[in-house]
């Protein structure tokens, strides 16, 4: 059967907090739309005191839930979660305390594009990103290199140095592993990343039973690649706010492009093509939105000495 989603950061305390609000409570259900599976997207309501209040909102003030940028764009109550979610990163509570404060001028992969829509035409979201890793001709992780990212990146950067100078860096050093690996967990990994073993954070995406044999697959979340490692390489960190930060890497797709898939005829060149461009290389990236698997769409520029923006090559 399909494995169960493990808990996350401040699980326990979420749904501890949601119990009190509505359990055993009449609610009112405010269904907008659904999604292309069936399930209904919408609000729940609940008294608290003579006033109606919305559960969901609730539980961003208290940063026991975050906003997710592809699926608020369905609700009337975008700008409210977007609003309170910022101000419970001003506080830093719950989930968003080892939060960095995004420096003015800096542009996350939503940018202005979370939320509700502001109607009308307006500039495209543009930023400086690393490719980190390529899926295929079409599909990439690249990271923001904005002030704000890189400084979260050396927040994540020196707390996994002190988990390998606790536990070492070595599999015999890691623990008894992961004992019950679950599909989405969140764990710690061993890479080698040529200067030697060092932990990442990960996250594990399926777990492959063959023989006597269990392996896992995982994906590094803050560089996007992925690698099927045994148990033993991984450990679930003691400390759970060393994934306060949300991935660093983002996965995206090329807007307004149909590329072949790998399997496909000229899909491995073009993959090939699509390395040999961009990758390990800061480029320009504009934003177009979200695709329905939730991927940013973007456009690549080359970033070439001795040209003008306008004269950027897109990839």
Not at 33 to 51: H, N, V, Y
Not at 226 to 239: G, M
Not at 285 to 305: C, I, N, P, W, Y
């Amino acid at each position: 059967g399909r494995a169960a989603t493990p808990e996350q950061p401040f699980a326990k305390e979420s749904t501890v907090y949601t119990r009190s609000l509505v359990l055993q409570r009449e609610v009112t259900i405010e269904i907008e739309t659904m999604d292309k599976g069936g399930t209904a997207i919408g609000q729940c309501f609940f008294k608290r005191g003579s006033e109606n209040e919305n559960l969901s909102v609730a539980l961003v003030q208290q940063g026991l839930a975050y906003v997710n940028d592809y699926t608020v764009k369905f609700t009337n109550c975008g700008d409210e979660l977007i609003r309170e979610q910022k101000e419970a990163q001003r506080k830093r509570v719950h989930m968003w305390e080892s939060y960095v404060e995004p420096k003015e001028g800096d542009a996350g992969f939503g940018g202005a594009s979370n939320g509700a829509s502001s109607g009308g035409s307006r500039k495209l979201d543009s930023m400086t990103v690393s490719v980190s890793e390529i899926v295929n001709g079409k599909v990439f992780f690249a990271q923001n290199q904005s002030a704000s990212t890189t400084a979260q990146l050396e927040t994540i950067d020196k707390a996994l140095a002190k988990v390998g100078s606790e536990c070492g860096t070595s599999t015999s050093a890691s623990g008894n592993g992961v004992l019950e690996p679950k599909r989405n967990m969140n764990c710690l990994a061993l890479f080698d990343d040529g200067t030697g073993m060092k932990w990442f954070r990960a996250k594990i995406l399926m777990v492959i039973r063959e023989k006597n044999e269990e392996l896992l697959r995982i994906r590094y979340v803050d560089f996007g690649n992925e690698e099927t490692v045994k148990s033993e390489r991984l450990r679930i960190p003691a400390d759970d706010s060393i994934f306060s930060n949300p991935p660093i890497a983002q996965e995206c797709e090329l807007a307004f492009v149909k590329v072949p898939s790998l399997d496909k005829e000229y899909g491995n060149e073009a993959a090939i093509c699509l390395n040999d461009l961009v990758f390990g290389k800061k480029v320009t990236a504009t934003m177009h939105g979200k695709s329905d698997e939730g991927r940013a769409l973007v456009s690549l520029f080359l970033q070439e000495e001795g040209k003008s923006d306008e004269e950027q090559a897109n990839v």
